[in-house]
């Protein structure tokens, strides 16, 4: 008796945790890259200005849930790192000065995506460097297959 409760305890359990694990990977939308990269670089020219601009418009093609990965020092990093620079999203600060120094690679950030979106970048405190910005997306759904002509709906002048 006690062996046949254990083993439904244990056979309910089993369920409820192989549920689990299919329903975790069916909530999260995979993430692709929608925009970018994009680097932007502060040149000498730029110090007696204290800071490199950008401001760059992109459209999502899912708005949603979204992620900004922020390379310090570019791509290969062979580009002196950003020691503070800054980002906005839509008016919403993502990354502050605070976040960079020369010993940071890399910085992801979790954003909202609009289907239009601004985003402003300031590179403040370096002599020549560089940072690369991607910003990563919910992969749109695949498009339906169109129906086949024998399936498809009768024109309403042929309808009986």
Do not use: W
């Amino acid at each position: 008796m006690r062996r046949k409760r254990a083993m439904k305890r244990f056979s309910r359990f089993l369920a409820i945790s192989t549920l689990f694990a299919f329903a975790s990977g069916i909530a999260q939308a995979e993430l692709v890259p929608i925009y970018g990269p994009v680097y932007v670089a502060k040149s000498e020219k730029d110090v007696e200005h204290r800071g490199t601009e950008a401001r760059f418009t992109f459209s999502a093609p899912v708005a949603g849930s979204g992620k900004i990965v922020v390379k310090n020092g570019g791509d290969s990093g062979k580009r002196s790192r950003a020691a503070s620079a800054e980002i906005e999203l839509n008016g919403l600060d993502v990354a502050k000065r605070k976040d960079f120094n020369k010993h940071v690679e890399v910085l992801e950030y979790e954003v909202s995506l609009l289907s239009e979106n601004k985003m402003e970048v300031e590179v403040k405190s370096c002599r020549k460097c560089e940072i690369e910005i991607t910003v990563m997306g919910e992969k749109p759904a695949p498009l339906p297959a169109p129906l086949p002509p024998e399936r498809a709906p009768l024109p309403p002048e042929r309808l009986p």
